[in-house]
């Protein structure tokens, strides 16, 4: 084992700068993940440091930061997941948790009064490892049961409507700011009830507004300055956890009045109990409820709107997809059991998932020294591994980059292939909620309008956690008929870089 003083991962990479050391590296990185870990693995292979020196992203521990590609790497690092495990984003801006065993400290500038509100986000399912990460999806698993997640169908299916009665034929509107509405308004409304009603609304846009802020670069100031974005982030921490505890006493009340539990989730968590009787308390309940929300929000948001982006780029799917809809809905809503019987629908979101997936890098920290894909990790090493580069590996996909709904009827990736929810004890607990809130929306709005890219549009990809268009997605609305046309009207911009498209 190398000795305390060279305890970087043997894993090959770039060396760092005689001055600046990892810093050009780490702000690549940051700006575009994805085109710095393709080089970094076409290099290097498989398993690759972003930088041969100590360097840290996201865990306020890191001690390095490697990539990893493939599904054997995949399989270990997602099922070992005492060894590989998650931390608390918002941790980063919390100091009690930088002591950590490295004895890293971060200074900050800010009371300890107004560090404290942080503490619950730290709670969330995001937050936890081991027994405690089992005991909490445990504790949360029956809110998301099938029967559940089935009787979200209708809010789903009306909220839908009420959007698209919205929209008319020759708007030019920003689609991805359409679908960031309706993934927030069904999230309030299944997350919080009906009886939370627009103060549902008004903390699940805080929480939209806290996590933007969050990644905006001025938080590594660390500096509670009025007008600072710390500071505004602060800000919003408090007062989102004022607000989800105001929430969570009234659904207390409600259920202790009406001995009756509501259908949506909140009141689902709040009944929970595990085996010996315990509940989640009141800490617990506030975390879960922030990270259920930030974790469901923006990745189906963005799924919907690669989604419409691709089929806008495909004429030939998209006429496909309109065809398989309009003849088993008759231009309905599906039901629960019509959604299991649209293929076509099927292989579109699958294909899009693959080729734009939501969430491209999911990132772990190694909690103890180990040894992975022949090379050592210590404690502490930051990893990164890439769905989006295994989703576009011609060694599992053939025609990797190419939009081909249909490959779906014929191909059956395992697992560890093609997972854009993640896999194995971690998987995404909301993946049936989404799929069925994604397939729902598209199969109405299809029916009833085309959607189309104006002319040379640019669309740039932004990564931060989320893989979203950087600027919006303008497109135009039109009727349902069936001209879908890419070709020269094509779009411009970086997302091109991810995959093929018609020219
Ligand atoms: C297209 C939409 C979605 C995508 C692509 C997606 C993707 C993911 C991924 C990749 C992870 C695991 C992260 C990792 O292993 O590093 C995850 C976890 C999670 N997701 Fe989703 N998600 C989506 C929608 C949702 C929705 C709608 C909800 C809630 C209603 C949700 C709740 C969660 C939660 C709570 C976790 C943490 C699970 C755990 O740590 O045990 N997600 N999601």
Known sequence: MPSESTRLPTAPGPEPYRVLGALPQLLRFGRDPISVAGKLFER???????????????????????????????????????????????????????????GSKVPFRARPERLRPIRRTLTGLFHVNGDEHRRHRRL?????????????????????????????????????????????????????????????????????QWLVTMFSPGMLLRLDLKRLPYARWLDLTRAIDEETVAILRDKQARIADAKHVGADMLS????????????????????????????????????????????????????????????LLKGDAPTIEQLGKLPLLDGVVKESMRL???????????????????????????????IFHMHHDPAIFDEPGRFLPARWSRIKPSIFEYNPFSAGPRMCIGAAFATMEIKIALAMLLQRFRVELP?????????????????????????????????????????????????
């Open 44 to 102: 290097y292979g498989p398993l690759a440091s972003i930088v041969r020196a100590p360097a840290r992203i996201m865990s306020p521990g890191g001690r390095a930061v490697v990539l990893a590609n493939g599904p054997e790497l995949n399989r270990e690092i997602l099922t070992e997941h005492n060894r590989y495990r998650m931390f608390a984003l918002p941790g980063t801006f919390y100091p009690e948790d930088h002591e950590l065993s490295n």
């Open 268 to 327: 689902m968590l709040v009944a929970a109990r595990d085996e010996d009787g315990s509940a989640l308390d009141d800490d617990e309940l506030v975390g879960h409820t922030g990270v259920i929300f930030a974790a469901g929000h923006e990745t189906s948001t963005n799924a919907l709107a690669w989604t419409l982006f691709l089929l806008a780029e495909h004429p030939g799917a998209a006429n496909d997809l309109v065809d398989e809809l309009e003849g």
């Open 356 to 386: 734009l997936p939501p969430v491209p890098l999911h990132p772990r920290v190694v909690g103890e020294d180990t040894e992975l894909g022949g090379h050592f990790l210590p404690a502490n090493t930051e990893l990164f591994l890439s």
């Open 140 to 208: 949360l698993q029956p809110a998301f049961h099938k029967t559940r997640i089935d009787a979200y169908r209708d809010d789903m299916v009306t909220l839908t409507e009420k959007m698209l009665d919205e929209w008319h034929h020759g708007q030019l509107r920003d689609v991805h700011a359409d679908m960031t509405e309706l993934t927030l308004r069904i999230a309030t409304k299944t997350l919080f009830g009906e009886d939370a009603g627009e103060r549902g609304v008004a903390l699940a846009r805080m929480m939209q």
């Open 455 to 503: 002319p040379r549009a640019r669309v740039d990809r932004r990564v931060a956690i989320t893989m979203a268009p950087r600027d919006g997605l303008p497109m135009r609305i039109r009727p349902p008929d069936r001209a879908w046309r890419s070709g020269p009207r094509g779009s411009r911009g970086n997302v091109r870089e991810l995959l093929e498209l018609p020219s």
